[in-house]
Nanobody, 121 residues
Framework: QVQLVESGGGLVQTGRSLRLSCAAS????????MGWYRQAPGKQRELVAA???????NYADSVKDRFTISRDNAKNTVNLQMNSLKPEDTAVYYC???????????????WGRGTQVTVSS
């Protein structure tokens, strides 16, 4: 069984920063992409940022130049540094990973339970 556990959400004022962390645990053989998605009330879940095991990353246009994703392959962790936060960044943020566990020959998607980020104006 593989689990993703997020931490680091909270309430901040506009312009401040937050750092989200996610740790994957369990019987992991390999992880391909890891990333962060978010879902605001009444909206669809959207990709915020993703990073491959080789370190290549991509971002939603709305967060480019403000958010930075990073990853530690040895620890199976992924972080999201969020700077210059705006009220429109308010959402539940979910960690995502493509994981191959030790008993499988294929990768499957795993999701964390989500962490709330609220940015006040």
């Amino acid at each position: 069984q593989v689990q993703l556990v997020e931490s680091g959400g909270g309430l901040v004022q506009t312009g401040r920063s937050l750092r989200l962390s996610c740790a994957a645990s369990g019987y992991i053989f390999s992880i391909k992409a890891m990333g962060w998605y978010r879902q605001a009330p009444g909206k669809q879940r959207e990709l915020v940022a993703a990073i491959t095991s080789g370190g290549s990353s991509n971002y939603a246009d709305s967060v480019k130049d403000r958010f930075t994703i990073s990853r530690d392959n040895a620890k199976n962790t992924v972080n999201l540094q969020m700077n210059s936060l705006k009220p429109e960044d308010t959402a539940v943020y979910y960690c995502h990973a493509d994981v191959r566990d030790r008993w499988s020959e294929t990768f499957r998607e795993y999701w964390g339970r989500g962490t709330q980020v609220t940015v006040s104006s």
